[in-house]
């Protein structure tokens, strides 16, 4: 089922570029500035119907004939560069209207803004960095990137996040953006609609990072960080069948670089000790008799405390509905039990990673101070060894030789780095010209839209007119076929005449046996009847010819 979508990068990338350094060290600062590193990507929509049509909604996964996989938290950070730890981003059905929401002509009744108006405002900033800019700016990032509706509006209660612009950077935006977009994916699959909503991109770059079958090349000697900056954009590709796909073919779970284990965001995901798609919760449908419950189980950390269940409920069933409840309750068990036992097992690989972390940084800390006792002891042995000021000449010489060949290769090394940002540079420059063509595309692009609705319109017309000669045809060969009845009772009529000269030329010829002057006559008559049938077989068979040829042209 094909959609339709408000999700727009170019025209998020086209408001990018326009960007200062300082403008673009504001958005940095408030925790979006990978977004700013995304390149231009053309959404693969045949794909992504394909990936969207096996969302379930029971399980917020993709559901594949060899497994189910979902989108974590480690993939959104991963993928967008987005903070996936924090507060949370809830908007309120019962937030009151601020004084910030009213000045982008929000109301009680309509706590919308239009996208367009933001890309007015942003124009109309210009070159300024002040904090109307970046709230400006996050607000088109919001409806064009991360959170586009189908009405292309933002929600105007996103204000209150980013009012205090020192504390932007303290939200979950990843796990936000990550939940509204399984919001967009289950709507989709229950409602069957065609409009799509929620970061595209996202689940574009998902589907190379999973899946291996179907994915472009990697982009060479470019930034892996995010992700989404190191694939290439193609327009032809291959179309995966998720019918086809082995387990082989899948990647089920992302494992971060030593690179990108430096970045704040990614270490933070590893020191935690879950990575799911809502933090601290798995949704897992239960069936009980006819009615469907979906029950919210936590995953309790070590440092909470624990959870009381209220036991103030009485249920009186009868013994078969109590022996289904207990059969219900027992599967439940069964399945709690395979929870707790693989939260269990991952708290047990996770203490064995930190334990395994300790020791090896007590085995450092031991080999450094192991180190340095050498390292003491070989000097003070030197200092003993080395009396004489010639062997001390030496050993400076020697460490004079080797400082000599740490600054050459310290030289080589400024010289290779040099080397590569001159490279990096022209790459910089290549990709503005690139940019710069691609807007030119667009505009081309306009233009022919702008073409082919002039072409559809006169199309238009001439179907219109075109409709008028088909009518007026279609009461042409009402009128022919009304004269070709005519005309076959007319023939049929010749024949019954033909039939009846016949029959008195036999008669005539049966009397005139004897009589051979009658006959001679008799023959001539005979002779002129036939010339005259058949120059009316041949006036009747050019009629006829006329005919087919007039049926023709009302075909056509």
Not at 22 to 37: D, E, M, N, P
Not at 369 to 385: C, D, G, I, P, W
Not at 398 to 416: A, G, N, V
Not at 467 to 474: A, D, G, S, T, V
Request: a negative charge.
């Amino acid at each position: 089922m094909a959609f339709t979508t408000k999700f727009s990068l170019p025209s998020f990338l086209n408001q990018v570029n326009k960007l200062t350094e300082s403008q673009r060290s504001s958005i940095k600062r408030a925790g979006f500035g990978y977004l700013l590193q995304i390149p231009q990507h053309v959404l693969r929509r045949s794909q992504l119907i394909e990936l969207m049509d096996t969302w379930s909604i029971e399980k917020q996964a993709f559901v594949f004939p060899v497994g189910e996989i979902s989108i974590t938290l480690l993939d959104v950070a991963l993928i967008l560069g987005l903070r996936v730890i924090g507060e949370p981003v809830v908007l309120k059905e019962d937030a009151p209207l601020t004084s910030l929401e009213k000045s982008f002509d929000a109301s009680v009744s309509n706590r919308y803004i239009s996208v367009e108006s933001l890309k007015d405002r942003l124009e109309s900033i210009g070159e300024k960095d002040d904090e109307s800019f970046v709230r400006v700016f996050l607000l088109y990032c919001f409806g064009t990137l991360l959170f586009p509706s189908e009405n292309g509006k933002v929600d105007s209660r996103y204000l209150s996040f980013v009012q205090d612009l020192n504390n932007v950077s303290c939200f979950a935006w990843g796990t936000a953006v990550l939940q509204y977009l399984h919001d967009w994916l289950t709507k989709r699959k229950a409602e069957k609609i065609n409009k799509i909503g929620g970061c595209l991109i996202l689940l574009q770059i998902w589907y190379y990072e999973h899946i291996i079958t179907g994915r472009p090349k990697l982009l060479d000697g470019t930034s892996t960080f995010p992700r989404v900056c190191r694939w290439e954009s193609s327009r032809q590709y291959q179309i995966m069948k998720f019918e086809q796909v082995e387990h082989t073919q899948i990647v089920w779970k992302l494992q971060p670089t030593s690179l990108e284990m430096e970045i704040n965001i990614v270490r933070a995901i590893a020191q935690e000790s879950y990575l799911r798609t809502a933090p601290g919760t798995i949704e897992q449908p239960i069936e009980l008799g006819s009615e469907r419950v979906t029950r919210m189980v936590r995953v309790q950390r070590e440092e909470e405390e624990p959870i009381l269940q209220d036991q103030s409920t009485i249920f009186v069933l009868s013994d078969d509905e109590e022996s289904k409840v207990i059969d219900n309750l027992r599967g439940e068990v069964t399945e709690l039990k395979g929870i707790i036992e693989e939260e269990r097992k991952e708290k047990k690989v996770m203490k064995k990673l930190q334990d395994d972390n300790e020791e090896l940084w007590k085995r450092r800390v031991c080999d450094e101070e192991e180190l340095k006792k050498l390292v003491q002891y070989e000097n003070e042995e030197l200092m003993k060894n080395i009396q004489d000021e010639e062997e001390l000449k030496k050993i400076a010489q020697r460490k004079i030789e080797e400082l000599t060949k740490r600054f050459q290769d310290e030289e080589e090394l400024s010289k290779r780095v040099q080397f590569q940002y001159e490279e990096l540079m022209k790459r910089v420059h290549n990709e503005e010209e690139l940019r710069k063509i691609a807007q030119h595309d667009i505009e081309e692009l306009k233009k022919r839209v702008h073409d082919v609705e002039d072409l559809r319109k006169i199309v238009q017309y001439e179907n219109e007119d075109l409709r008028k000669k088909i009518q007026e045809e279609e009461q042409l060969r009402t009128k022919a076929q009304c004269e070709n009845e005519e005309l076959r009772k007319r023939v049929q009529n010749e024949q019954e005449v033909r039939k009846r000269l016949e029959n008195e030329i036999e008669e005539f010829r049966t009397r005139l046996d004897d009589e051979e002057k009658l006959r001679k006559e008799v023959q001539n008559e005979n002779e002129k009847l036939r010339e005259k049938s058949l120059l009316d077989d041949e006036c009747i068979l050019g009629f006829e010819t006329e005919m087919a040829e007039l049926a023709k042209v009302v075909d056509h």
